[in-house]
């Protein structure tokens, strides 16, 4: 098996939190999103784009809220990002370093954790 690139993450979401989903990832977060192809349509699911192909597929199921388990978004400038997050009423929080790799979490409103990082460049120095 060749990889040819990562398409798609899934993170579940309580059943009738999809107005916070969306209002999070779409107004705060600023992704598109995107139609669910009709085979899938009834089924609760949420899209979005997240850039270079890539999307967030949310679908209504429990969710473990202490878990580490995350997807991480490269971004361009994280102290913005952070302000927008503490603006929206959110409590974005730093972690271990990773050289070359500045950093910050924060659960989404529905649990969700989500790393926010700027690539520059290996982290092995």
Known sequence: ???RS???VSSPYHD???ASVRRFYAEVLGLSEQPVPSTLAGMGLLWFAAGDGLEIHFFPGPQDVESRRHFCFDIDDLED???RLEAAGLEPFD???IPNRPRFFCRDPVGNLIEFTRIEGDYRG
Do not use: A, S, V
């Open 1 to 3: 098996m060749k990889l």
């Open 95 to 97: 972690d271990t370093p």
């Open 81 to 83: 990002t952070r302000r």
């Open 6 to 8: 990562l398409q798609h």
């Open 16 to 18: 009738g939190e999809d």
